[in-house]
């Protein structure tokens, strides 16, 4: 395939569109293509749940946005139409008011009263006070996950996970679930908003074939069930089939059988998720945001994780931690790295780069995990960052800058995928510690975790050994780039005088800060200042692995033991507060280089070829739409859902 596709689609805000390249695709057999081809529609076809999700009123304020854009004749060369425009396409990209990564409601660039042009040229009949708070009201739906801490992080934040409900009363209802001597607890939560009746009672609405979201669940149910005439194999074709039992039923035992069959069927080389998966939507981490990605094996990188997933044992024997901590015996990590083919939901257009699943830990513990490296992304990521600037900008010195040329993008995938495959898997709960002991901070301190394990193993000779990295300087480009990040750089996506929140900001900070703050007085790693400008300078870094090690112990056993307290101390001192002065210094130089902070994709297109007589002879795929074509035609192919 030539590589002469166009990797920048669209740019607005804080917004850079890039498209992602699928390579493989063309030499899948048509059975593969089918497969992906049936699952990638049943990936779009749950669009509508997120925004639905994210904000209740999100759905509405999206339809009301495209039929103004779709329907008004006045002037689109205005300012403050292109205003809109860039309003509607951040809309698209969030799913919903809410910055998709901040979660702050983000403020139109137009004003008030030129939506009520807009609105009163296309007889916009709805709540017009109710549209005017949700756009402009800063303090009306002003967070989609609030994690501040003392707040009632359930009542202040606009998600629709909950309504009518405290977060005592969450906790509570949830408490009251859960039982801590099952080995085998359910999600409890995971696929369903909890609500408060007229008479102060709780319950809850489940997301599932015939309950909430059905519309758009049964489309999805139908194009599983499509999907399911191509599979590869018996073990697939069970996994469709438990899928589909689930949205059908809502029993959270059966998604654990979902989950069960999923991680053991490894053999097939088009693979997908498809559900209520994440909880970084929710301040309690319980309600799973809805996504899908569907994906196939990259054969060639894949030998790479299986070099370290087949040592997964060595890695957990020689994890610094206590050893009560360690897994006696790491069950089945099992590592791929794929190409996405299509990515929906939570996932789209912002994605992650590795994935590691399921979330439940016993089914972790007994049965493993599936890790995988979006390979295809990273690769779109590195492509369209070449010269840019950024290094020369940020990086000290050129030794620094050719560190990063030469193995950077090996040790950040390497990173990835020792992140995802073992970091996540590691360790283990003592007896009668609950996995929910660590609530808001659970999430960002399993990061931490990860992270830190991919870290301190990244500079092991046996990476060298397994033949994954070439040379004993490689680690140190990963090193810098994510200190860096951690004590810097990562400060672009922040607006001056806000606190980090997002989980993985947090965790990178929480890393750099507390090694920082280690390494200070003896230099290990140091904040210099010339030419009026910080730079970050690692004088030790052996040393640097060592304290990476230290951090590690910590953090596992604040998780081993749930000791909530400890843990939020570490997020609380580490991984919120941010140096003004540092973050005003950061962002001026930034904006110099003219980038967009946060990225995202549109999908491919994929199309039956028919012969003739109507047969399908191929899939084929087509890399030209852009951004603002995807969207509507998203809009017009996948709405299954009735607004407010
Ligand atoms: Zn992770």
Same mark, same amino acid.
């Given at each position: 395939?030539?590589?002469?596709?166009?990797?920048?689609?669209?740019?607005?805000?804080? !917004?850079? =569109?890039?498209?992602?390249?699928?390579?493989?695709?063309?030499? &899948?057999?048509?059975?593969?293509?089918?497969?992906?081809?049936?699952?990638?529609?049943?990936?779009?076809?749950?669009?509508?749940?997120?925004?639905?999700?994210?904000?209740?009123?999100?759905?509405?304020?999206?339809?009301?946005?495209?039929?103004?854009?779709?329907? %008004?004749?006045? *002037?689109?060369?205005?300012?403050?139409?292109?205003?809109?425009?860039?309003?509607?396409?951040?809309? %698209?990209?969030?799913?919903?008011?809410?910055?998709?990564?901040?979660?702050?409601?983000?403020?139109?660039?137009?004003?008030?009263?030129?939506?009520?042009?807009?609105?009163?040229?296309?007889?916009?009949?709805?709540?017009?006070?109710?549209?005017?708070?949700?756009?402009?009201? $800063?303090?009306?739906?002003?967070?989609?996950?609030?994690?501040?801490?003392?707040?009632?992080?359930?009542?202040?934040? +606009?998600?629709?996970?909950?309504?009518?409900?405290?977060?005592?009363?969450?906790?509570?209802?949830?408490?009251?679930?859960?039982?801590?001597?099952?080995? @085998?607890?359910?999600? @409890?939560? &995971?696929?369903?908003?909890?609500?408060?009746?007229?008479?102060?009672?709780?319950?809850?609405?489940?997301?599932?074939?015939?309950?909430?979201?059905?519309?758009? !669940?049964?489309?999805?149910?139908?194009?599983?069930?499509? +999907?399911?005439?191509?599979?590869?194999?018996?073990?697939?074709?069970?996994?469709?089939?438990?899928?589909?039992?689930?949205?059908?039923?809502?029993? #959270?035992?059966?998604?654990? +059988?979902?989950?069960?069959? %999923?991680?053991?069927?490894?053999?097939?080389?088009? *693979?997908?998720?498809?559900?209520?998966?994440?909880?970084?939507?929710? $301040?309690?981490?319980?309600?799973?945001? %809805?996504?899908?990605?569907?994906?196939?094996?990259?054969?060639?990188?894949?030998?790479?994780?299986?070099?370290?997933?087949?040592?997964?044992?060595?890695?957990?024997?020689?994890?610094?931690?206590?050893?009560?901590?360690?897994?006696?015996?790491?069950?089945?990590?099992?590592?791929? =790295? !794929?190409?996405?083919?299509?990515?929906?939901?939570?996932?789209?257009?912002?994605?992650?780069?590795?994935?590691?699943?399921?979330?439940?830990?016993?089914?972790?513990?007994?049965?493993?995990?599936?890790?995988?490296?979006?390979?295809?992304?990273?690769?779109?990521?590195?492509?369209?960052?070449?010269?840019?600037?950024?290094?020369?900008?940020?990086?000290?010195?050129?030794?620094?800058?050719?560190?990063?040329?030469?193995?950077?993008?090996?040790?950040?995938?390497?990173?990835?995928?020792?992140?995802?495959?073992?970091?996540?898997?590691?360790?283990?709960?003592?007896?009668?510690?609950? $996995?929910?002991?660590?609530?808001?901070?659970?999430?960002?301190?399993?990061?931490?975790?990860?992270?830190?394990?991919?870290?301190?193993?990244?500079?092991?000779?046996?990476?060298?050994?397994?033949?994954?990295?070439?040379?004993?300087?490689?680690?140190?480009?990963?090193?810098?780039?994510?200190?860096?990040?951690?004590?810097?750089?990562?400060?672009?996506?922040?607006?001056?005088?806000?606190?980090?929140?997002?989980?993985?900001?947090?965790?990178?900070?929480?890393?750099?800060?507390? /090694?920082?703050?280690?390494?200070?007085?003896?230099?290990?790693?140091?904040? /210099?200042?010339?030419?009026?400008?910080?730079?970050?300078?690692?004088?030790?870094?052996?040393?640097?692995?060592?304290?990476?090690?230290?951090?590690? +112990?910590?953090?596992?056993?604040?998780?081993?033991?749930? *000791?909530?307290?400890?843990?939020?101390?570490?997020?609380?001192?580490?991984?919120?507060?941010?140096?003004?002065?540092?973050?005003?210094?950061?962002?001026?130089?930034?904006?110099? #280089?003219?980038?967009?902070?946060?990225?995202?994709? /549109?999908?491919?297109?994929?199309?039956?070829?028919?012969?003739?007589?109507?047969?399908?002879?191929?899939?084929?795929?087509?890399?030209?739409?852009?951004?603002?074509?995807?969207?509507?035609?998203?809009?017009?192919?996948?709405?299954?859902?009735?607004?407010?």
């Amino acid at each position: 395939m030539n590589d002469t596709i166009q990797y920048h689609v669209d740019r607005f805000a804080d !917004i850079e =569109v890039l498209r992602y390249r699928v390579p493989g695709f063309e030499d &899948l057999s048509l059975r593969d293509k089918l497969l992906i081809y049936h699952l990638s529609e049943a990936a779009l076809a749950g669009r509508d749940i997120l925004f639905d999700q994210n904000c209740r009123y999100n759905l509405w304020v999206r339809q009301t946005l495209e039929h103004i854009y779709l329907t %008004w004749s006045g *002037d689109r060369q205005t300012a403050d139409f292109q205003a809109f425009e860039t309003y509607l396409k951040r809309v %698209w990209f969030s799913s919903g008011i809410h910055h998709h990564y901040a979660t702050n409601k983000f403020t139109p660039g137009f004003p008030a009263a030129y939506l009520d042009t807009l609105l009163n040229d296309t007889r916009f009949e709805g709540d017009r006070q109710l549209l005017h708070r949700l756009l402009f009201d $800063p303090d009306f739906m002003a967070k989609r996950v609030n994690l501040q801490a003392g707040d009632d992080l359930v009542a202040t934040s +606009a998600n629709h996970f909950y309504e009518g409900v405290t977060q005592q009363e969450a906790l509570d209802y949830y408490t009251a679930l859960s039982d801590s001597t099952d080995p @085998h607890p359910v999600s @409890h939560g &995971l696929n369903s908003r909890l609500e408060k009746a007229a008479d102060g009672s709780l319950h809850e609405v489940v997301w599932k074939d015939g309950g909430e979201y059905s519309r758009a !669940i049964g489309e999805i149910i139908r194009h599983l069930e499509q +999907a399911s005439a191509y599979t590869e194999n018996e073990a697939q074709r069970k996994v469709i089939e438990l899928l589909i039992a689930y949205y059908r039923t809502g029993d #959270l035992h059966t998604f654990d +059988a979902y989950s069960i069959a %999923w991680t053991q069927e490894t053999g097939s080389r088009v *693979d997908f998720i498809n559900g209520f998966i994440e909880t970084y939507g929710d $301040p309690l981490s319980l309600k799973g945001s %809805w996504e899908s990605i569907v994906n196939f094996k990259n054969l060639e990188a894949t030998r790479r994780t299986e070099r370290i997933s087949s040592s997964a044992q060595w890695f957990e024997d020689h994890s610094p931690i206590d050893p009560r901590f360690r897994k006696k015996e790491v069950k089945g990590v099992s590592a791929k =790295v !794929i190409n996405a083919a299509i990515l929906a939901g939570d996932s789209y257009p912002a994605t992650p780069i590795g994935i590691n699943l399921p979330n439940a830990d016993w089914i972790r513990a007994e049965y493993g995990s599936k890790s995988v490296t979006l390979e295809n992304i990273m690769q779109a990521y590195d492509k369209a960052a070449e010269g840019n600037g950024f290094a020369e900008e940020f990086y000290e010195t050129e030794e620094d800058r050719s560190r990063l040329h030469q193995y950077g993008f090996l040790t950040d995938v390497l990173h990835t995928d020792l992140h995802e495959c073992l970091g996540h898997g590691s360790g283990q709960l003592l007896p009668g510690t609950s $996995p929910d002991a660590l609530q808001s901070y659970a999430s960002c301190l399993e990061e931490t975790r990860a992270d830190l394990f991919g870290l301190y193993f990244l500079a092991d000779p046996e990476l060298i050994e397994l033949g994954v990295i070439p040379d004993s300087e490689a680690y140190k480009a990963e090193y810098y780039r994510f200190m860096l990040n951690g004590l810097m750089t990562q400060l672009v996506r922040i607006p001056l005088g806000e606190e980090l929140e997002e989980a993985h900001m947090r965790n990178r900070q929480l890393i750099a800060r507390w /090694v920082y703050e280690q390494a200070a007085s003896d230099q290990v790693v140091e904040l /210099v200042r010339h030419d009026g400008k910080t730079y970050l300078r690692i004088n030790d870094y052996e040393r640097l692995r060592t304290l990476f090690g230290r951090l590690l +112990a910590e953090i596992q056993r604040i998780k081993s033991e749930g *000791d909530y307290e400890a843990g939020k101390r570490l997020v609380e001192t580490y991984a919120v507060k941010i140096d003004p002065v540092l973050h005003q210094e950061v962002l001026e130089r930034y904006a110099g #280089l003219h980038l967009a902070p946060y990225k995202g994709f /549109v999908n491919p297109v994929y199309t039956l070829v028919r012969d003739a007589q109507g047969r399908i002879t191929d899939v084929r795929i087509d890399y030209s739409e852009g951004y603002t074509d995807q969207m509507l035609r998203y809009a017009r192919e996948y709405s299954f859902l009735t607004t407010k």
